[in-house]
């Protein structure tokens, strides 16, 4: 079993910046990439970022440049430092760590770009 604790999310003005953690307990041992994946209401889960445990990163096309995802594997945690944030990044932010078994997914931090 994995467990995925996110934090970091909260209201910010457009233009500003958040920065999400994702801490990973458990079996550790049998995660090799993680990431984060977002849900707007009313729409589908979609990709935000990957990082593997060799530091190997994957963003989706409309992050690149604005958003970038990090890892601490002493800590067994990923980040996502999120600038220049718009009212359409406004979503439910999941921490996600793939494994031979399953894929994990941590509960979520809403992330509100409000004026």
């Known amino acids: 079993q994995v467990q995925l604790v996110e934090s970091g999310g909260g209201l910010v003005q457009p233009g500003g910046s958040l920065r999400l953690s994702c801490a990973a307990s458990g079996s550790i041992f049998s995660i090799n990439a993680m990431g984060w994946y977002r849900q707007a209401p009313g729409k589908q889960r979609e990709l935000v970022a990957t990082?593997?445990?060799?530091?190997?990163?994957n963003y989706a096309d409309s992050m690149k440049g604005r958003f970038t995802i990090s890892r601490d594997n002493a800590e067994n945690t990923v980040y996502l430092q999120m600038n220049s944030l718009k009212p359409e990044d406004t979503a439910v932010y999941y921490c996600?760590?793939?494994?031979?078994?399953?894929?994990?997914w941590g509960q979520g931090t809403q992330v509100t770009v409000s004026s």
């Open positions: 996600t760590a793939p494994t031979p078994a399953r894929r994990y």
């Open positions: 990082i593997t445990r060799a530091g190997s990163t």
